[in-house]
């Protein structure tokens, strides 16, 4: 049972796997596991010393050029305090993270704590392989994390994992290639009109510079964290995806029909007109935003992280603005959370719990996470313990964006559904389906997956 429980949370979180961080793996295959050991934990000796405890650790950020040395410098000095704690990290790049783990828990290995992603949730939950970080994160520094983030991970009325930090959409935007079209970013548009005021005269500004490939780049490729952005543009636009319930919202009333609608057709605009391309996935505007050859896109936050990895001085020309407040007839450019978090095993020792407890906090005070914040992945904070943190200035316009975030029910099938949408504005812009053939079509395969 046990074996037929982990190959269905495979098959689920599989596809999960495959969306790729589109960064640059320091080491794609390096593992620092101990072969057939489960985490140990006693209690404390005789004179009060604490006894060794280990905790197994599965990070994939480990593997990415641009957060390893922060991580192995963050775990070191962390086992330097606590010298009775030893974080044993397993780390593979995030395609190969979800396969590994699992399998480890199929051999018997202990799984105590996964640096995750949000939309992993359901299915280790369903399958029973986290717990709630409640039962095991102090009282006093769980409160302190901010609810309207914190709410993003509620599934089945239970909260599972804690962010480490989270982002809203933002639009990056390359400041000198702006400024040297005659734009300047102090006016940068608040409606979608004015954005699109924005594209046009940015494209007439480099339609006979052959190194410009992008002008208002969305990626479109068919998979999970494309499908994440598409939601976020639809949110948008005013629309809403899932329902409280975990059912598909109804897409054919308003002013969830109105809302695909014109996102639809910003897709069209932007793709017929030449602005942005067809099929790319987030790590390569990434990398060509960071080469100089995009003026904008759309990213989560901590998307500089590969765009520092392409220009070590990137931060000079790269800025951040939020979605414009007025998207369409409805839109108020909301956008949704999104966070990378900390998952808890679901068979720790008491012992194991207190050490958890104390590297989670460790890894979510200001001290440890000003650099990371200001430099590297870039975001904003999502617990009190934070809040005395610089922002970078990359984000500060972008800042605003965050008042503007709003919550989505969380379900097992919620990467195949968002998948889905990748194919439907694919089939309406280019492969010459209907609106309407391409809106139903896409409510068929929702409800599919939705209903499995």
Known sequence: MKKRIIAAVMATLVGLSMVGCGSTSSDNSSQNKTDNTDSTAQAETSDGEKNPVTIRFYNYALSETAKADWWENTIANFEKENDWIDIETVTVDYNSIVSTFTNDIASGLSVD???????????????????????VLSKDFYDGYYDYVLDQFMYNGEVYGVPHYYTNSVIYVNKDLVEAAGLSLEEFPDTLDGLKEWIETLSDYYKSDDSISTIFGLTTAEVPA???????????????????????????????????????DFYKYLISNGYTQENLKLKDYRAAFGAGNVCMYVDSSWGYAQIGEVDTNAANFTRAEALPTTMGTNGKGNSLVESHCFLLGSSLTDEQKEAIDLFVQYCTSTDTMQEYLNNIGLAFPAHKNMEDCQISPILADAQEGVSHVVKQPMIASLSSVQVELATMVLNYVSNGMSEEDAINNYISQAEYYINQ
């Open 226 to 264: 494309t499908g994440s952005n598409i939601n976020a543009i639809y949110t948008a636009f005013g629309g809403t995806l899932i329902n409280e319930d975990g059912t598909l919202a109804d897409l054919t009333e308003e002013p969830n029909k109105t809302a695909m609608n014109e996102t639809l």
């Open 113 to 135: 704590m996964i640096y995750g992603e949000v939309s992993w949730i359901p299915a280790l939950a369903e399958a029973g392989f986290i717990q709630q970080p409640s039962q």
